[in-house]
């Protein structure tokens, strides 16, 4: 079973508390870096989408892994 990650990420993208969640540590990264140059804005929001994301898509990953593996198990 194939985990499509681009689709993952798009179906995250359009979750409200996601997005929440992204723009509170943008806020925060923003804030730590002292809100020194708005261009930066752009980088924060970025950065915390990364972090945000990477870690919903690895937990999505295990969890389709998990059921391919569950479905593997009995079918056997």
């Known amino acids: 079973m194939s985990v499509d ?3 993952i990420r798009q179906d995250l993208l359009q979750d409200g ?5 992204i723009r509170r540590r943008a ?3 923003s804030v730590e870096r002292g809100y020194s ?3 930066h804005l752009l980088d924060d929001w ?3 989408e990364n972090e945000i994301l990477s870690v919903l898509i690895e937990q999505e990953v295990r969890r389709h892994q ?3 593996a569950a ?3 009995t079918a056997m």
């Open 37 to 39: 140059e708005p261009h």
């Open 27 to 29: 806020y925060h990264i």
């Open 46 to 48: 970025f950065r915390a």
């Open 5 to 7: 990650t681009n689709q």
């Open 66 to 68: 998990g059921i391919a």
């Open 71 to 73: 479905v593997t198990e």
């Open 17 to 21: 508390a996601v997005m929440d969640a």
